[in-house]
């Protein structure tokens, strides 16, 4: 099966004039039908593995980016792009082909998971490196030229305890989310930008990040940086950032803060006065 361009990403724009803010989101193949969709052409996946899709996708963003571009359209040109395709097959935020090591120096999961079969991994590199061509030609065209570029994630509450991911992580969540034990996992920062390596060196618009974190100081929110991850050389965000190193900005947001409810193991739906109030603290540290 050869998806097309429509079927593997989804872009749109905002205001008028040339780009100036790219807003990237490279976990954002957040609906069922897009899961399925891609796991249907493979065969032998984990039983129940669309709970792992449900647990691990970034919820929100694509409602958050919406109404950030919508608050900013009369002040500049806004490009968005949303992936579609989901990060539980192939993670279009991953540099692929690397070893488990590599990943887990950088806290992050697989490129390509092992539980996908070997014979399918060509296929997922394809669409990978079709996102990823599309994404570079934006990159350049908007921060090239001066523009800035904002990777937008969400990211569950806690940091629960799965060292790995295989055959076995749809049971191993199940584990970690039951109730008694999932109160005792550490909570993780409401936000977090993704600001610096392991190195401590700094790869961020560090003018942008100030005015985000003065931005949510006064809605009584810290902002980390770095706190849950470092950017690291396993993801695309750290290759974009090494780029243009004073033009990116990597923003986590904790889900339960832009969701109804959070509930792991199902579909999940944006709170839309949670995005609202969100968009309104991230568009105050764009406008010019």
């Known amino acids: 099966m050869n998806p097309s ?3 593997l990403f989804h872009t749109k ?9 790219l807003i990237e989101l ?5 609906n069922t039908e897009e899961y399925q969709f891609f796991a249907q052409q493979i065969p032998s996946l984990p039983e129940n593995l ?12 694509p409602e958050l980016a919406h109404c950030i571009a919508q608050n900013l359209k009369e002040h500049m040109r806004i490009s968005i792009i949303r992936s579609r395709i989901p990060r539980t097959l192939v993670d279009c935020n991953r540099v692929l082909s690397l070893s488990p090591e590599e990943y887990r120096a950088g806290k992050v999961t697989p490129g390509i998971p092992c539980y996908v079969p070997q014979q399918d991994h060509e296929w997922l590199h394809q669409i990978h490196q079709r996102y990823t061509k599309k994404v570079d030609e934006l990159y350049a065209s908007i921060c090239q030229q001066g523009g ?10 806690k940091s629960v305890g799965i060292s790995s991911v295989d055959q076995d992580i749809v049971e191993k969540l199940h584990w970690a989310y039951e109730a008694d034990l999932y109160k005792t996992w550490p909570t993780r920062p409401k936000i977090d930008i993704i600001a610096k390596t392991k190195e401590g060196e700094w790869l961020c618009d560090m003018k942008r990040a100030e005015k985000l974190q003065q931005a949510y100081i006064q809605n009584d929110i810290t902002v980390g940086l770095s706190q849950t991850y470092p950017m690291h050389p396993s993801t695309m965000a750290f290759r974009h950032a090494k ?3 004073s033009q990116i900005i990597c923003l986590e947001i904790r889900r339960d803060l832009l969701m109804k409810e959070f509930l792991p193991f199902a579909p999940m739906y944006a709170c839309q006065k949670k995005i609202e109030k969100h968009a309104q603290t991230i568009t105050k540290a764009y406008r010019q």
Do not use: E, M, R, W
């Open 26 to 30: 490279p976990h954002g193949a957040v």
């Open 5 to 7: 361009d429509d079927q």
């Open 13 to 21: 724009n905002y205001g008028k004039g040339g780009p100036q803010l």
């Open 243 to 245: 780029k243009y190193p």
């Open 50 to 61: 669309i709970d792992f899709f449900y647990v691990n996708t970034d919820v929100g963003t």
């Open 148 to 157: 800035s570029a904002l990777i937008l994630h969400s990211y569950s509450p």
